[in-house]
C-alpha cells in the first residue's frame, strides 16, 4: 500500500549508523572497574575509613597494645561481606536488565511487515505496535490508538 511505502521510507530515513543502543544498563560495575569501585565504595564509608587508619598505625608503628595483625582479619571481613553483598546486588540488577532488554514487541519492518523485536535492539524512528494491557519498550510517541481515551 502507498501509506506502507511512505512509512518505510520514512523508517529508512530515520535509521542511520551510530545510534544508541536502546539496551537498559543499571548495573555499577564491569570487569575492569570491579575491584577499584568496591574498594572505593567499602572505604568512602567513615567508619570502614578509621578502622583502616586505626590498621595501619598498628601494623607499621607498632602501637598496638595487641598483636600487630588482629586488626587485619575484622575489617577484612567486614569489608568482604560488604563487597559480596554490593556485588550480588549489581548480578541481581543484571538479570533484571537482561529480562528487560530480552522483551519482544512487534516492530514495522522496511519491507512493511510487522515482525518482532527484542527491545535492545529498537533503534530511534523504529515504528512499535503496542497491544493493550503490553509494557512499553521505551521512550515512545503515541501516534495512534485504538481506545477512545488516548
Not at 133 to 140: K, N, S, T
Request: include cysteine.
Amino acid at each position: 500500500s502507498a501509506q506502507g511505502r511512505r512509512l518505510s521510507k520514512w523508517l529508512k530515513s530515520c535509521q542511520r549508523p551510530g545510534r544508541c543502543p536502546n539496551a537498559v544498563v543499571t548495573t555499577k560495575f564491569t570487569m575492569l572497574n570491579c575491584v577499584p569501585l568496591v574498594l572505593y565504595q567499602q572505604f568512602r564509608r567513615l567508619a570502614n575509613l578509621y578502622f583502616l587508619l586505626i590498621l595501619l598505625l598498628q601494623v607499621f608503628t607498632g602501637l598496638s597494645p595487641i598483636g600487630r595483625y588482629n586488626s587485619i582479619l575484622p575489617l577484612t571481613i567486614v569489608v568482604l561481606l560488604s563487597a559480596l553483598r554490593e556485588l550480588w546486588e549489581d548480578l541481581c540488577r543484571r538479570s533484571a536488565d537482561n529480562v528487560v532488554n530480552n522483551r519482544t514487541v512487534r516492530v514495522l519492518s522496511q519491507s512493511g511487515v510487522w515482525t518482532k523485536k527484542a527491545w535492545k535492539h529498537l533503534r530511534v524512528g523504529d515504528i512499535v505496535q503496542v497491544e493493550s494491557g503490553e509494557a512499553f519498550p521505551a521512550d515512545l510517541l503515541l501516534m495512534a490508538s485504538s481506545h477512545d481515551d488516548a
